[in-house]
């Protein structure tokens, strides 16, 4: 039996293809889970399937939308199955589509309010039927929902993205209230990571320039680091390491809340 914290646990991460969902993908694996991966990039997916697998955890992939109830019931049905059960979700698929309230386009907010809140919420659907003692997986579990920094803090040209973190930081108290209700054996948890210089948050400091609200890029992230005490931006390793925490035996009796992984950035 392996001393692992996470050993002999079924994981499904959504948007584990890319960015903090793949390095949360392989942490979660490291930490001796077998890890699904559910993404819309199939290539990319496989192949962080295929690094899971070769690590000497089981790894799979499954195409999963997750604004699509159909597919999220096809996506645990394929974790159950492939890894032999399901007991770890990590809602972590988000779009951010950046823009000053006085440009907003109706398509650009439904898009955002379709992956980062309908997307959540059916992700907690199915991880509780399936996860309930009457599931197909039936041993409780841990959801951990990724939220942002941007649900806390008032930070220009993302409002509706931030709402739809704010809905996800709200979705996961009231779904923490109800797995423990009604017995399900389900801790739900979410994390406000701060802002990482990886695709994403390039692309906002990019666009914070191109409305106007920075001279350039640089200046862009120092005031995002100035306003952060700890110094510097967040990691992808900083948010895997919390999400550790939330799923394992330590967290045993922490559900309902949101964890800052911001450098105080929101204090
Ligand atoms: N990058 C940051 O600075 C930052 C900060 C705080 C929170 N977050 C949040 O962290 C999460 C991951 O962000 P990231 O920086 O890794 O972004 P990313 O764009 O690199 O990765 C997002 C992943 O989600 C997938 N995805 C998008 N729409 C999907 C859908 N409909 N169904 C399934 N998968 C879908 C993408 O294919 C991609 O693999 C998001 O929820 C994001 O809002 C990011």
Redesign the pocket.
């Known amino acids: 039996m392996s001393d692992k914290k996470l050993a002999g646990r079924k994981a499904l991460v959504?948007?584990?293809?890319?960015?903090?969902?793949a390095d949360v993908a392989l942490a979660l694996a490291a930490a001796g889970a077998d890890v699904m991966i559910?993404?819309?990039?199939v290539d990319?997916g496989k192949d962080v399937a295929g690094k899971i697998a070769r690590s000497g955890v089981k790894g799979g992939f499954v195409a999963?939308?997750?604004?699509d109830d159909a597919q999220w019931s096809r996506a645990t049905a394929a974790t159950v199955s492939e890894l032999g059960g399901f007991d770890i979700l990590i809602n972590?698929?988000?779009?951010?589509i950046a823009s000053l309230l006085i440009n907003v386009e109706t398509e650009d907010l439904r898009k955002m309010c379709d992956?980062?809140i309908i997307?959540t919420a059916l992700g907690m659907k199915h991880a509780f039927r399936a996860m309930r003692p009457e599931g197909a997986a039936g041993k409780g579990g841990a959801v951990v929902n990724?939220?942002?920094?941007?649900a806390t803090i008032a930070f220009p040209a993302i409002a509706v993205y931030s709402g739809t973190?704010s809905a996800v930081d709200r979705m996961t108290r009231i779904g923490a209230v109800e797995a423990g209700k009604l017995g399900f054996g389900v801790r739900v948890n979410c994390i406000y990571?701060?802002?990482?210089a990886?695709?994403?948050?390039v692309r906002?400091a990019n666009d914070i320039v191109s409305f106007g609200l920075a001279p350039d890029v640089n200046a862009a992230v120092s005031d995002v680091v100035g306003q952060t005490p700890l110094g510097r931006l967040?990691e992808h390793s900083d948010v895997a390491d919390a999400v550790i925490f939330l799923c394992s035996h330590e967290a045993r009796f922490i559900t309902g809340v949101g964890l800052p992984v911001e450098g105080g950035m929101g204090t």
Request: proline share 2%; aromatic share 0%.
């Open positions: 959504t948007g584990g293809a890319n960015g903090i969902g559910g993404d819309i990039l990319k999963l939308d997750v604004t972590n698929a988000g779009i951010e992956v980062n997307g990724i939220a942002s920094v941007a973190k990571p701060g802002l990482i990886n695709e994403m948050g906002l967040a």
